[in-house]
């Protein structure tokens, strides 16, 4: 196969020699060849000048001068992608980040996780489901829409390489959302400071944090009485980013920027290596070493002060601030053990990176009724032990990565609304891992706005 790759990043198939976790096994070689060739023709859906302002605000994070929050679905679905699921989105991660920002006193780097957040890695290549009349059954799992079918058939869980062409269209689409909403008045500091009035004065949950919400009133009420209206009151930036997973879509969007010469992952502003793919010498690692956008690594339990290191080594040779994020995700019972001499040992060996704390992946559960779900208690727990361990190193506790949306579903346990494991089947809509709902996540930045401010 020929590949019009740009000069500094391996060929698609050197990439696939080194080794692959996690990847699609294609029935047919031809049309995935044809998929990838229709996605190099596609026009970049972010610029490399952008990706280069983010990775400024993320250095900015790494030297504990700003704060990342990062969130959005476990799974987009092409389903999904609907105007009513993605302002919701939106208006919840805005909503999150006015109160972060008022207590953080630094700004917040707001990074979604959509916009080509399509693709996802199982622990099981197959799926058992008992069904009515046919006793068990067993199918490939589902690895996302940009993959194959959700539903449990055996034609929809053949992976299909025309759904990578779709990927990069619903992820336009998103985008082009994102931007007229962030941009177009909808993200004015005002309006979403009401939106969180209302919730503060409208629910039990909300008047908690009521004591907050009236201190940022004051501190509208102050800028407005002194006349100052700056432009930032009216617009944000809000980036992209996802699970760089399926390789032949992302080296497709893998282009030679005009300016610098240099390539970038154009599908994305911000993209990271999952758990499961974070291999040193395999195809995952190689090609985000190539790329010159910010990138994150997902760290687990198992990960070793020396696994970090040498991924930093070969993911940030010049050990630029802002390249590289570690996104921890140890758990709630095992972060005050794991993370300090990880973090330690990082520290001492001069390693320039943003540590955030993904306080979701590491409290996965399948409750009785056989959901899988969280408990929301222990996210705050790994969140507050995140920042506990930080200041007691001495190091900045850089942001939350978060699986959220904006909508009343029903998917992980506890909050304010003390949400039981009875409750899960009244709205869970995840295809993938289960999400704070609004409320739960608007509670989340409340909570850790007190992490914030102690
Ligand atoms: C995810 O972010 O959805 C995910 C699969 O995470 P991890 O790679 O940390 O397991
Ligand atoms: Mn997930």
Redesign the pocket.
Known sequence: MHDPTPTSVPALADLHALGAAQQPSYPDQAAVDAAVTRLRSFPPLVFAGECDELKEKLAAVSRGEAFLLQGGD?AETFAGVTADNIRNKLRVLLQMAVVLTYAASVPVVKLGRFAGQYA??RSSDLETRTLPGQGEVTLPAYRGDAVNGYEFTPESRIPDPQRLVEVYHASAATLNLVRAFTTGGYADLRQVHAWNTDFVLSSAVGRRYEAVANEIDRALTFMQAIGADPDEFHRVEMHSSH?ALVLEYEHAMTRIDSRTQLPYDVSSHFLWI???TRQLDGAHVELLSRVRNPIGV?L?PTTTADDAIALAAKLSPDNEPGRLTFIT?MGAQKIHDLLPPLVEKVKAAGVQVAWVC?PM?GNTYEASSGYKTRRFDDVITEVQGFFDVHRSLGTWPGGVHMELTGDDVTECVGGGEELAEIDLSERYESVC?PRLNRVQSLELAFLVAEMLRK
């Open positions: 476990c996802k890695p699970e999952g758990e499961r997902k687990g995700r993904d992946h891992d």
